[in-house]
């Protein structure tokens, strides 16, 4: 028994200097150690002396990564473009996002202590930044893959890994329901695909861009993919391919005069996608802001073009009583009309809707 206490006596002697050295060491509640020395998407070493409490951002998609990972009080500075979510509407802008554009004395004036930058901003007014003294780190993505890198890079930065980790596990996870099932596609069950964000001239993307990433990944061949980037194509090349859907993005949505061309251009009254009804309509930053909802994107684009794998009528029973209703039906309708879902997906919704 004595011997018992003599250990018990010795253990806690041993807890209490482990509690007295672990009170000696100052608690910074930073996961994060600071200074860090990286190498940017850019190739710029850049140097982070401690946490950024003032950040400017020079992307859309820079923005939307901030805020998603619990940064909107640390941003003190956007772009002009920088509309999600709606709280950044509230921050200061700075011009942009392209270079000529970026409002350097106001960027001065705010005195950030992180600048998160892209490539569309130009090297120039990055070098120009950086040369003024500010922590200026670039992120540059053409894939999911890299999205969700500069996602952890973000986070790894600002003190938010473990924000960062959770928002990727959460991509993660609906990205794979995705591709878990169009991986075992065999080719001729992926339609071919065209996606146009403008009519005249007709743009449209290839290789090395998000959008072939996700027609990609959701189960489609895109008709461009022997080009690189964001080229324009000419209405003879559309015609020739003959795209089995088209993904329009323009702006104004269905209400866009891209739209209507794409419905009603006499030249593409032969092609398949015109002659199946099989045009449809996404949300452009969806599919063109590499950001945290391009998950959305892919989601959309694999149900479109594989409507029989991925289209779940019970989606459209908001209220959650497991029955669908007539404003739920019209609203299915009013969804096909808008090239928001197939004819096939409507009439599912409507025929359970007469069930009840």
Known sequence: MRNVKKKMAGLCSLFLVLVILVMSFPITGLATTYPITVIDDLGREVII?????????????????????????????????????PEALEKESVGGPWGTSID?????????DFILV??????????????LGFKVFGIKSTDLDDLLDDIKKVGQKTDKEAEA????????????????R???????????????????????????????DLVDKAGGVNIFADLEGWPTVNIEAVIGRDPEVIIVTAMGGVGS?????????P????????????????????????????????????????????????????????????AEATKAIQDYSGGLITKEQAIQVVMLYFEY
């Open 49 to 85: 002396e401690a946490l950024p409490e003032r950040i400017v951002s020079l992307a859309p998609s820079n923005t939307e990564i901030l805020f998603a990972l619990d940064l909107g009080d640390r941003v003190i500075g956007v772009t002009d473009f920088c509309d999600y979510p």
């Open 104 to 112: 350097v004395e106001k960027i001065i004036a705010l005195q950030p």
């Open 118 to 131: 892209e490539e569309v901003n130009g090297i120039e007014v990055i070098d120009t930044l950086a040369g």
């Open 267 to 326: 030249r593409l009254k032969d092609i398949s996608a015109r002659k199946n009804g099989r045009i449809y309509y996404i949300e452009s930053n969806w599919l063109e802001r590499p950001g945290p909802r391009m998950v959305l994107g892919l989601e959309a684009m694999a149900k479109y073009l594989h409507p029989q794998i991925f289209f779940y009528p019970y989606d459209y029973d908001t209220d959650g009583d497991e029955v669908l209703n007539k």
């Open 165 to 180: 980790n959770e928002l990727i596990a959460q991509m993660t996870i609906k990205i794979r329901a995705v591709t878990g």
């Open 257 to 265: 005069t891209t739209w209507d061309w794409v419905n009603t251009e």
């Open 182 to 212: 169009t991986t075992w596609l065999l080719p001729e069950e992926k339609p071919t695909v065209l996606h146009i964000c403008w009519h005249d001239p007709i743009y449209t993307s290839g290789q090395g861009t998000f959008v072939h």
